[in-house]
Structures are given as structure tokens and as C-alpha cells.
């Protein structure tokens, strides 16, 4: 009867946790597509707008380490329900913000509480399940947390159309959080707290200072001039800060570690070679997600499909994402987590090598996102953190999957840069391709359709004859189609570098 009930505690724990992972997920996605319609209720400019993301992912890349140790140190149950919390009264406060100001900030708390809420489910799971039934159920967490992603835009564009208004996008998460906080409190069994030492409030605030100068660094690197840019006085200066700043980090943690005390992130931890491989592959895995971020705007470029109809190509993607994850648990839990990791590699690597070289409909489309969708949902589900949880021991599980989720966050900064770059490159390109291929004057493009899609459609419909306006409809897509080429192949070369990482870890479990 003990074993019963305790099994079912663990099944409305892991359900509670997916439930809080998965609104924690959607929240960057809804608010991408309401993003105009929020700057425009302000009076504020497309750039100053974009803060309300950015300040989103700094807040969850800086509290994520902290939270994982945190939850090791004072019960994973306690820090789950003020995470909760947290999160949901930063989304009332962002709902009723009279002004930008306020919504900045009300946004940056909300990320501090939507960031550690995938950490404490994790660490939960690898410190009180068996070993064969983990990875299942991290499978489960990260297929929320991939279908989150991609569900997020879809989902907000039809609050949008319901509601009329961008408010109800963050009102609707307070039901679901006072849901979690009061279930969360009856029905997750508490972690035993870890050894009562000091905090390390020194190694916290240079934690915290290194990643948000080395996060706005990232943030500021232009797409339009990508080499050029990381010289500039708002990059360089605050990536040497950052880096400089880690190093500090590392030598106070490892004289905190050799007179017995309890660092943030434990030395000890990051001289594993297999956790750095581990943390490599979470940077991998931003990159990966990253590429699939792109594939709405693909749809439309490329292939021409309308906005209204663009969601429901994205479907299968979605789903796909979601059985990865699920496929990727179950196989770690059976194989172990370097041979899931050998098979995401083999099945990302064909889905976005697909896009470039076969892609031309919906078929072939289908094909291609669905192994894209499962190759993500592998890497993002169990395996690395399985892996972290191999390195890092019982006692320090929140601490080292905050750290892996801190390096994913920071190449889903890094790699969108590098992506947007090349879809700038195409964008430039446009006007005289047109105008090469079919005459001059045909296509007379504005400073502000460089890098907006719809300004372009609009200058294409004033063309009069009917057979040369479709043609620059053919050649526009053409030229986007090498810029996506470009990022496409840039993901599978990504993807073929996780292959080589899950042989590498494959053939070292051996020896």
C-alpha cells in the first residue's frame, strides 16, 4: 500500500511539474506574436520593444543556476511553489502595467520565476526515480517544454483574435499558477534539504554579473553586420566582462571548494570532460531550437503560404517535437542517454538537410519537419540531462542542470544572431535580384522593406502586369530560400556534431 501511494505521489508530482513547465514555455512564444500590438498600446518603437523578450531571457538565464542550487539546498517542493508564485504574479503585474517601465519590470519577474520551474522538475525526477523510469518522464518534461516553444506564437495569435486584447495572454496564467501552488503544496512530496552551510553570496553576484554582461553583449551583436558588430562598444567591452568575470566565478568557487564550503557551481564539476561535452551539447541543443524558431517565417518565404494557414503547416512539427521527446526517454531509459544521443543527431541531421535540397510542398515539407521535430524533442527530452545527472550526483542535481540550461539559453541567443544574419544577407539581396532578372525599376524597395517581409509583399502587388508581378513573387522566394539554405545547413552541421559527441560518449562508456 506504501509503495502504491507513493508511486501515485510521484505521478501527480511530475504532472504538476509538466503543467508549470509548459505555461513557463509558452510565455515567450504567445508574447512574440502580440509584440506589435503591445509596443503600438504604449507608443513605443519597435526596437525599445524588444526589450520586453530580452529582459525575459536575461532574467531566466541568470536565475536558473541560482535556482537549481537553491532547490537542492532548501527542498525542491518549497522553491517549486515560489517559483509558481513568482511567475504568476509578474504575469498580473504585466497584464495591469500602466506604462513600458513597468512592464519591463514586471516581465523580468516573471522570468525569475519561470526560469528554475523545468530545473525543479528535473532535479526532482533524477533524485527520486529509478534509474529505468527517468527517462520517460524527463522525456515528458522536455516535450512540454518543445511543444511550448512552438505552440506559443499559434496559441497567442488566437487569444489575440478571441479576446481582442494582449492583456488576457498573461491573466490566463494565474488560475493555472494558483492551481500549481495549492496542488503543489498537497501532493509533491518534499526533497530533503542539503547541508545547512553558508550561501555563497560572492560566487552568486559574480554568477549573476557575468551572465548579464555576457547575455546583453550577445543581445546586441547586429545581424546586418555580424563580424563588425562584435567590435562595437556595446558588445565587446561586455563579452570581455562576462568571460572575465566566469573566471573570477571559478577561481573563488574553487577555493570555497577546498576549505569545505558550498559554491553555486561546483569546480569540482566543471573539470569533468564529460560534463563540458554535456554543456557543449546544451549549446548544440539552442542552436537546434533555434533553427525551428525560424521555420514559421520559412513557410511563408519560402514556400509562399499564406500567415492565416502558415499554423497549421506547423502542426506536424509541433507534434513531432512532442513524440521526440517522449521516443528520446523511453530509448535513454533502454539504450542510455549517448545512444539517444547518436540517434538525434542521425535524425536531425536528415530533417534539416532536407529543407534546402528537397523541400518545394507540403509532402515534402511534412517529411522534413517531422525528423527536424523529432530530432529536437530527442536532444531537448532526457538525455543530457541524464547525462548531468550521471556527473553531478544527488546532492548537486538543480545546481548542474541550472548550468546546462544556462548554456542552452545562451546559444538560443547566440545562434538566432547568426541565423538572422543570413536571412539580412537575402533580404539585401532582393531588390536587385528582381531587377537583374526581369528589368530595372522593376522593384523599388524602400530603407524599411531591408528587413520586413510585408513592406516587400506590398511593393510585389503594386507591380500592374499580372505574369511579372508573379515572377518577382517566384525570384523573392528564390533569394529567400538561399538565406534559410544557409541556416539550415548551418543546423545540420550542428546536428552532426551531436552525432559525433554520442559516439564519442558511446565509445568512452566502454572503455
Known sequence: MEATNKQFSQKWAITLFTIGVFMAGLDNGIISTA????????????????????????????????????????????????????????????????NFVFLLIARFIQSIGGGGIFIIGSSHILTTLPKNKQGKALGMLGGMNGLAAVIGPNLGAVILNVTGSWHWMFLINIPIAIFLVVFGYYKIPESKPGEAKPMDLRGTIYLSLAILAFMYGLT????????????????????LIGFMLFIVLLAHEKKLESIGGDPIISYTLMRQSSFQLTLFLGLLSGGFLAGIIFIPAYVQQVLQVPVENAGYWL???????GIGAGLGGVLTDRMGAAKSII???????????????????????????????????????????????????????????????????????????LYAGFMTGAFNRVESAVNNEIGEQTLDLPAA??????????QVQLIQDPQVRNHAADMIATVFKSGFSQMFITTAVLSFCVLMAGIYLTKKSKL
Open 449 to 458: 522593406a531591408q528587413d520586413n517581409y510585408q513592406l516587400i509583399q506590398e
Open 220 to 239: 546586441n551583436i547586429d545581424a546586418l553586420h555580424l563580424v563588425g558588430s562584435l567590435f562595437a562598444m556595446q558588445v565587446l567591452p561586455f563579452l
Open 35 to 98: 509584440l506589435t500590438t503591445i509596443n503600438d498600446s504604449f507608443h513605443v518603437s519597435p526596437s525599445w520593444g524588444a526589450w520586453s523578450i530580452t529582459l525575459y531571457t536575461l532574467g531566466i538565464a541568470i536565475s536558473v543556476p541560482i535556482i537549481g542550487k537553491l532547490s537542492d539546498r532548501y527542498g525542491r517542493r518549497r522553491l517549486f511553489i515560489i517559483e509558481i508564485a513568482i511567475f504568476g504574479i509578474g504575469s498580473l503585474l504585466v497584464a495591469l502595467s500602466p
Open 315 to 321: 502542426t506536424p512539427l509541433a507534434v513531432a517535437s
Open 343 to 417: 540517434i538525434a543527431g542521425i535524425v536531425g541531421l536528415s530533417g534539416f538537410m532536407l529543407f534546402p535540397f528537397w523541400v518545394s510542398g507540403f509532402p515534402s515539407f511534412f517529411v522534413a519537419s517531422v525528423l527536424a521535430g523529432i530530432g529536437l524533442g530527442f536532444l531537448l527530452g532526457a538525455p543530457l540531462n541524464v547525462l548531468v545527472g550521471e556527473c553531478a550526483g544527488e546532492d548537486g542535481q538543480g545546481a548542474a542542470l541550472g548550468t546546462l540550461s544556462l548554456v542552452r539559453q545562451i546559444g538560443l541567443t547566440l545562434f538566432p544572431t
